[in-house]
């Protein structure tokens, strides 16, 4: 299995601004993501974060408003750039590990930071 | 069309009764999984299904892969049962659906 944090927990900002959001797994991992999960809405992904190499980011998202740093295999920060009220929303990160049944991967997920932008 | 859609989208229930969440998909998948959100927001993952049954504690997870269905039933509610229940099918990356919340009062 995988414990994995976020920093903050939650934050209320103010428009204009950038919060950056931290994730911390307790194993090394090759691929980590980053959800967002607006009011009311289902999981959305932001990006993939592969350690040493870009993010990949889905389509909608774009590394201008949501640069990812992945330095090394057990943290990955994601940043919400130049906020709106529309950024308001959940922020997960998660990782994919092997299952304890056997080699399929099990999706963990972080405690969520909660951001409201005003 | 949602490439995920969980029925129904609201449930209340009353503490003892069995509940069944349903999840239909039209993508091919590698497998399926169901989620549990409780209010502060945090996700934990219950299941992961490729085939058959899987059962744990009073949850049981069923996928038909034919049918391209999958069902969560939870026996014997508890009012700490209630959150939010997503279920989401990998392909390339996970798709999710929009949840089924439940409530289940003492």
């Known amino acids: 299995s995988a414990v994995i944090s976020q920093k903050p927990s939650r934050d209320i900002c103010q428009r204009g601004t950038s919060l950056t959001i931290q994730c911390q797994v307790d194993?090394?991992?090759?691929?980590m993501f980053w959800y967002r999960q607006q009011p009311g809405q289902s999981l959305t992904l932001i990006a993939t974060a592969n350690q040493g190499s870009e993010a990949t980011y889905e389509s909608g998202f774009v590394i201008d408003k949501f640069p990812i740093s992945r330095p090394n295999l057990t943290f990955s920060t994601l940043t919400v750039s130049n906020m709106s009220p529309e950024d308001s929303s959940i922020y997960l990160c998660?990782?994919?590990?092997?299952?304890?049944?056997?080699?399929?991967?099990?999706?963990?997920f972080g405690p969520g930071t909660r951001l409201l932008v005003l | 069309k949602n490439e995920v859609e969980q029925s129904p989208q609201n449930l209340t229930a009353q503490e003892g009764e069995f509940i069944t969440i349903n999840c239909s998909y039209s993508?091919?998948?590698?497998?399926l999984h169901w989620l549990q959100q409780h209010p502060g927001g945090g996700i934990v993952s219950l299941f992961m299904?490729?085939?058959g049954k899987k059962k744990h504690g009073r949850l049981i997870a069923t996928i038909n892969i034919q049918e391209k269905h999958s069902s969560l039933h939870i026996t014997a509610s508890h009012p700490r049962d209630s959150a939010v229940y997503i279920c989401?099918?990998?392909?390339?990356?996970?798709?999710f659906g929009t949840g089924t919340r439940l409530q289940v009062f003492p």
């Open positions: 194993s090394q991992v090759t691929m």
């Open positions: 989401a099918v990998g392909t390339d990356k996970l798709i």
């Open positions: 998660s990782v994919e590990l092997p299952g304890l049944a056997g080699p399929q991967e099990t999706q963990y």
């Open positions: 299904l490729s085939s």
């Open positions: 993508v091919g998948i590698s497998a």
